[in-house]
């Protein structure tokens, strides 16, 4: 071979000669997303790898190719993470590292949070509505609807089971996104929704809750939730075994490297396959430009639900319960329930509503994955 032949063979290689102008946009998006993450702080851990993702799949696509699309019968490294992904694995242990990370003390404490996450969850039932009246089949509208549980792994957990790993990407994208704009998305719902009274209530201090109580919690939840809805156990379950390790006390290698190691581990896998799914030519489409939609109304009808609901329990206690922690019914844990709290300190800076707002926080997080193995009970999965 003479040096012209190598010459040319190497630059015709290069990705220039192969991107599309979707490929360029894609890689637009992905700086955009890099730039909120690492200069406005929002949700880095999520964003970075996800973008990342996205950049490589948009200039080398084979990074993701199945090894029926390769000469050699060996995938693209991302392939594998994202295999990882439509086999339910990540998602499972992701919500094992939050369970290990949560103190579900608050939600122990107060019990009637069940009831603000539960409210949450109408964003859910009405992005699945919409979505049929949109055109999508019922289980593509299922997998659609759970953004609105602003849930990351619930939503790709989801996906892969009722089979829509073709909009698995734009599911999952959606829903780390607006996870990560929690603190733009919901503010302007959360004041539009009360008045300035009702965002300085002060909340009585939480009761102690004894360590019998919490490790009692995650086995008495799993039991009764996998009892009614069985195909729940691989999130509940690993969220509340998660859990169950760091209350029992007799197992903190096993917490540490649940809440740090593995969990980390598993988001830079998850993040980075996710990102990957967003290739030009499956993302730049109508399909996509729905569900972002649809998964923006979700997420907004459920924070507004769950506000709406605490108003109504604000009134039924004579004024002890603060409608912000409503907002918090939906599972982006913890940054749902900080927003809660900086929406009431702005109102009042004395006001403390963090611990009162994760016992909702909390309870969105097991309601959301209660309506993803409600939705694989309706449809047989």
Known sequence: MDFATTFNN?????????????????????????????KYGFEPLLLVPIAFGMLLVNIYPDIMASPEETSNGVGGLLHYFFILDEWSILPSLIFMGVGAMTDFGPLIANPKSFLLGAAAQFGIYSAYFFAI????????????????????????????????STL???????????????????PPIMKLLTTEEERKIKME???????????????????????????????????MLGNLFRESGVVKQLTET????????????????????????????????????????????????GVLFGKAMCKLTGGKVNPLIGS??????????????????????????????????????????VAAGAFMAIFGV
């Open 258 to 305: 649940a809440s740090n190691a593995l969990m980390y581990i598993v988001v830079i896998l998850l993040g980075t396959s996710v990102g990957a799914s967003t290739s030009a030519e499956a993302f730049l489409n109508w399909d996509t430009v729905m569900i972002v939609l649809l998964g923006l109304i979700a997420f907004g009808i459920g924070t507004a639900a």
């Open 328 to 369: 918090a019914g939906v599972s982006a844990v913890p940054m749902a329930a900080r927003v809660s709290q900086k929406v009431g300190a702005q109102a009042d800076p004395s006001n403390f509503l963090l611990m009162h707002a994760m016992g909702p926080n909390v309870a969105g997080v097991i309601g959301t994955a």
């Open 10 to 38: 190497l630059f015709h290689q290069m990705a220039f000669f192969n991107l599309t102008i979707g490929n360029f946009a894609m890689i637009g998006v992905a700086f955009v997303f890099l730039l909120l993450a690492i």
């Open 168 to 186: 698995m990407g734009p599911i999952a994208v959606a829903a780390y996104s607006y996870m990560a704009l929690v603190p733009i998305i919901q």
């Open 133 to 164: 009246l949109m055109g999508f089949n019922g289980k593509a509208a299922a997998a659609i609807s759970i953004i609105g549980g602003a849930d990351g792994p619930t939503s790709i957990f989801l996906a892969g089971k009722l089979g829509q």
């Open 205 to 239: 201090q939480l009761r102690p809750v004894s360590k019998l109580e919490k490790i009692l919690f995650p086995i008495i939840v799993t039991t009764i939730v996998c009892l009614i809805l069985p195909s729940t156990a691989p999130l509940v379950g690993m969220l």
